[in-house]
């Protein structure tokens, strides 16, 4: 199993910058990619970011594409979310999630709350 552990969530004035931390633990040698996914109240939870563990590669959301750069450390397990321009809409939970032998597995999430 995989347990991943998000950090780094809080309030922010529109405009401001937060970056989220995910530590993945447990069974993570076989893991492709982490990602990061969101919901905001009243709303399906939607993709934000993901990248690969090997070669790096990133895909971004269009929402956040220009604003959100995802960043991994191998050494520590750890994916991040570099968050700048923040915008109100970008409020929400964040969830932190990895996918091992076909299931899926989650974080508990960080709430985000950008003010206007």
């Known amino acids: 199993q995989v347990q991943l552990v998000e950090s780094g969530g809080g309030l922010v004035q529109a405009g401001g910058s937060l970056r989220l931390s995910c530590a993945a633990s447990g069974r993570t040698f076989s893991l492709q990619f982490m990602g990061w996914f969101r919901q905001a109240p009243g709303k399906e939870r939607e993709f934000v970011s993901r990248?690969?563990?090997?070669?790096?590669?990133?895909h971004y959301a269009d929402s956040v594409k220009g604003r959100f750069t995802i960043s991994r450390d191998n050494a520590k397990n750890t994916v991040y979310l570099q968050m700048n321009t923040l915008k109100p809409e970008d409020t929400a939970v964040y969830y932190c999630h990895t996918v091992d032998t076909g299931v899926d597995y989650w974080g508990k999430g960080t709430l985000v709350t950008v003010s206007s």
């Open positions: 990248i690969t563990w090997l070669a790096g590669s990133t």
